[in-house]
């Protein structure tokens, strides 16, 4: 549901409101962790806050998402209708971007559908870069309203249990003088079980890219390949 009109992806999304959301720093820690120029594989883009920025940056961006509204937003990269878990190019990128939580879904059949994508249109010698919660993180003890760095405001509400490791809540956005609501399912992933996650599609952790550990580098699962070492 939300407050303001316009179009809304197939996942809830606002399409309005995340063409009007601010990248913020996140571009940068993204480029600062890649090699210069690096293609870019981006799932889930939404309307391009990361892409434009990352394209800026020098890299080529390739775009996908499963809402043609929010690709219509997109200028200066290749855009692909299609859900992340139906996606085949038969290409590889030297970078796969799994970034807004999309790892944190609850349905673990739609979270190996994700890496099973990253797995496969990861180049061997590239890396997938994975945006999650803080391991461990407290919902009821987080600020109820964060005001950005732009001045918009995100407000947590109706927070619930739904079961063991899954939380629901709803999110008030205001943005340029908006209000969009959105409604989140999500599951929390620890260390453990993204490392057990990751081992099932033929990736694991190569190291956090955040102190928090929010941001994770995963490659593809060395120890799987003849002759190649364990990773140190």
């Known amino acids: 549901m939300v407050s303001s009109e316009g179009p809304v992806a197939p996942d809830g999304s606002p399409v309005e409101l995340f063409a009007r959301l601010s990248a913020g720093s996140l571009p940068q820690l993204i480029h600062d962790a890649i090699p210069p120029g ?50 085949d190019l038969d290409r590889r990128f030297d970078i796969v971007l799994l970034m ?5 879904n ?18 061997d010698t590239g890396c997938v870069l994975i945006q999650r919660d803080p391991p461990g993180r407290d919902y009821d003890t987080d600020p109820l309203r964060r005001t950005m760095s732009d001045g918009s405001t995100i407000g947590m509400r109706d927070l619930r249990q739904v079961s063991p490791g899954v939380v629901s809540f709803t999110l008030d956005y ?6 969009w609501v959105q409604h989140v399912v999500t599951r929390r992933i620890s260390d453990s079980s993204l490392k057990a996650e990751l081992s099932l599609a033929d990736l694991e952790i190569d190291g ?25």
Do not use: N, Y
């Not at 205001?174 to 209000?179: E, K, M, P």
């Open 38 to 87: 690096a293609s870019i594989l981006e799932l889930g883009a939404g309307a391009g806050r990361i892409t434009h920025p990352l394209v800026e940056l020098g890299h080529e961006v390739v775009a996908v998402d499963e809402s043609p509204d929010m690709l219509a937003r997109i200028s200066g990269a290749e855009t692909i209708e299609s859900r992340i878990e139906d996606l």
């Open 100 to 104: 807004s939580h999309l790892i944190e």
């Open 106 to 123: 609850p349905d673990q059949r739609v979270r190996q559908g994700f890496l099973r994508t990253c797995r496969s249109h990861v180049a």
């Open 174 to 179: 205001q943005v340029d003088g908006s209000t």
């Open 208 to 232: 956090f890219i955040t102190p928090s550990r929010t941001w994770v580098r995963a490659r593809p699962l060395q120890s799987a390949k003849p002759g190649v070492g364990a990773p140190a």
